[in-house]
């Protein structure tokens, strides 16, 4: 398996922006190594490519399906600013990843693995199970939903 | 109306643009972003992509999380073994049709090793 396949670095901060918490993320990340090492051991690990991302996606949904679920509301969403990028810098990983946390799947699994920069589009569409158009549209409006939320901070930041 | 389908694709494939140049993936995402490269919009998006992809990379990892990092090996297969080669199933059929295909050879050159040129006149 080609140490890229199994990242296991980008595995963690993967678990950690879905679940947006450490101490999940660190359960999360710690049941799918000790499950894989004892398929390892008895030689029945999977053939298919990125299966450790695809194991740990489900894992983590099944983990949050007993949080407490955000109200189905309608999101505010923003263009996206010129000065984003600079909004974006002030943020604590831990902020962005209960942002990202919170969002429902797919959209939740399409930011996390988008944003961590290991994957082409294909290799999302193929960990995530989802079709381009429906990839597409989970970043689109990940993004503009993002910076609307980047936008309510600053400026309650700066009335603040 | 195929026109409005590839300027859908065409959108749908700008909107997953990778955050590194590596992963230009396939032609027709080279494409799509060679098409729009330098365009405010677009500019904006990559710019905000890698400032989140920037965040992401700060995410620290727990020290008890980071022991996986140095015993890879755990979730490697099992190096193969000359045992594992030979009970390999495939190994075997290959292995058994050989042997197969060597006996009905070895049973043909033996019965015509009596033969000379006019035995079947002789008989």
Redesign the interface.
Known sequence: ?S?RK?N??QL??FC??MLGD?RKA?EV??TT?RE??AH??Q?E?PKEPFW?FREARWRCLEASKTDLQPEALEIEEHD???Q???Q??Q???TQ??VWVSAAPDPQRTALAL????E??????LDIAELK??T???C??QG?RQ??AWLDAKHHGASNA | MRTLRILRRRRALLNCAPISRDHLADRSMRAAVSREDGSDEFVNQQNFDRAVAEVVRLVPIPPESAEWFLDKEAIRPPKWTWRRIVLNPAVLAISIALLVIAGVFAFQVLSRLDDFPGSATAR
Do not use: H, V, W
């Open positions: 398996m140490d199994q296991l670095p963690y901060r950690f922006l450490a660190q990340f710690n190594l894989a090492a390892a051991a030689g690990l450790l996206i600013a010129p984003a990028a600079s974006i810098k943020l604590e990983p962005l990843a988008f944003y961590l920069d994957f082409d589009y294909l290799e999302i381009l158009s990839l597409s549209r970043l689109a993004r993002l910076q």
